[in-house]
């Protein structure tokens, strides 16, 4: 096991008067407790406090945090991990030389439970321990066993996260706050009659994750499940919001190159799927109020397909495209006929293409036989495009209006940049860039830049 501590007290020319302690325990390999705590007074005080017989003035604020965490690995095929972090900090208002008596303080406190499937491992074991059966039945198993054991090759580790996160902000507090507020356990606690805050804000979320992905050769692909839901509640309203991202996909091939290997030495395609839904209100008891509410729900390709190569020559290039349209409603009324509907999407697409060129045992200029620069020289182009469109619909009675038309952006941009090295310790380029913007009501943007640097390594 291990234990460490510091301490500091320090008094500075500001007539502060600020201390920090700190601890960190473990007594096993993967179990550690950490906790700190410090505190900032004010010396220049009307009524100071002493310790003792000496004077330490007043305390401004106060900070405490607490951590534990702890990992596991079972059989070499799961790990489970548990952790949690608490924050609290305080501070007192001053008025001329005096402090209030009350505090405004607030707290955060999250446990994180994670646990990471090594599925490949555990199939491959079965697969070994699957040997030939004369039973029908038993044989039928060992297949299954064999079957499933082929799999591993196949799968990967399936990773699942799950979080739950609280938070609160207090104002005007006459109360001092217990080890459980503190230290992160809880986000509230009982008030005296002569203590209550006049402000309460408290805020909880929820939050998991699942994981994993497939490849069959070249071809891998992985995919994604998260959801997130999260209350916020003050003395007068509380809101309501959550999000579901479901499928989420993400496609890669690599080895494209060997359709052309004379002509590129690596070349990998790639593609991305995201659908996320969200709503999104205030509460009325425990359900969602109609007015007020709001949905959305987008589909994003980013990118849609993106391609690499390096090719020969010591060129590489990349070219990249990209799509997503979403769609968000507010509601206006308790019977949801009255709302606004937003539409928006988006596409692009980014090009570019670099060089470089290395001589590390140095470039001989004619007429200069013992002068050599050791060159390494790297250019890249760049073209972007984008386009954003976006309208509003009213509906109104449950009929819809007239598509309003409140965006159509194009815009463009281009850039070439260069290095040069002309030896291990000087370097200089250049960069030059344009980019065009035309908006809805025809207003176009140009701008261009220009600069040089020189790098001098020491």
């Known amino acids: 096991q291990t234990v460490t501590d510091s301490f500091r007290f320090e008094r500075l ?18 179990l550690d407790f950490e906790y700190g705590t ?62 209030a008596s009350f505090r405004n303080m607030g707290n955060s406190g999250e446990v994180e439970l994670s646990a990471s499937l090594d599925l490949p491992e555990l199939l491959s074991r079965l697969e070994e321990r699957a040997p030939e059966q004369k039973d029908t039945v038993r044989s039928a198993l060992a297949a299954l066993r064999r079957t499933l054991g082929g799999l591993s090759r196949f799968i990967d580790a399936v990773d699942v996260d799950y979080s739950i ?4 902000e207090l104002i005007r507090v006459s109360d001092y706050a217990p080890w459980h507020y503190r230290l992160g356990f809880s986000n ?29 050769g070249q071809l891998r692909a992985g995919f994604a499940y998260d959801w997130s839901r999260g209350w916020d509640a003050n003395i007068f309203t509380t809101t309501f919001d959550q999000s579901i991202s479901w499928p989420d996909l993400d496609l890669s091939l690599s080895g ?24 999104a209100g205030e509460l009325s008891g425990d359900t ?27 060129v590489s290039t990349t070219f990249s495209a990209n799509y997503s349209t979403s769609s968000a409603t507010n509601f206006l009324s308790e019977t949801g006929d009255n709302r606004s509907v937003t539409g928006m999407d988006s596409r692009g697409g980014d090009l570019s293409l670099s060089y470089s060129f290395s001589a590390p045992q140095g470039l001989k200029l004619p007429g200069l036989r013992k002068v050599k620069f050791s060159s390494d020289l790297r250019l890249t182009w760049s073209f972007k495009y984008s386009q954003t469109r976006r309208s509003t619909t009213q509906w109104i009675g449950g009929i819809p209006g007239v598509p309003v038309p409140q965006q159509h952006d194009n815009a463009y941009s281009t850039r070439l940049a260069g290095s040069y090295s002309f030896s291990r310790t000087i370097e200089a380029g250049s960069n030059f860039g344009y980019s065009f913007t035309k908006g809805l009501s025809g207003t176009t943007t140009r701008a261009t830049d220009v600069d040089f640097w020189v790098l001098f390594r020491f």
């Open 288 to 314: 969602l109020a109609m007015y007020g509410r709001r949905t959305s729900r987008t589909y994003d390709f980013s990118p849609l397909v993106s391609w690499t190569t390096t090719w020969q020559k010591r």
């Open 13 to 30: 020319r500001s007539h502060g008067l600020n201390s920090d302690f700190s601890v960190e325990y473990s007594p096993l390999e993967d």
């Open 165 to 168: 996160d609280r938070s609160s």
């Open 188 to 216: 509230s606690f009982a008030f005296s009659d002569t203590g209550r805050p006049s402000s309460i804000n408290r805020e909880a979320d929820n939050s998991f994750r699942l994981s994993s992905g497939a490849k069959v």
């Open 256 to 279: 494209v190159h060997r359709l052309f290997p004379k002509l590129a030495t690596d070349s990998r395609l790639s593609g991305k799927y995201r659908r996320n839904s969200s709503l």
């Open 38 to 99: 410090s505190s900032e007074r004010d010396m220049l005080v009307a009524r100071p406090e002493t310790l003792w017989f000496l004077p330490i003035g007043s305390e401004a604020g106060h900070d405490e945090n607490f951590s534990a965490s702890y990992s596991i690995e079972l059989g070499d095929v799961l790990t489970p991990s548990v952790s949690f972090d608490g924050e609290y900090s305080d501070e007192r208002p001053k008025a001329d030389s005096v402090y």
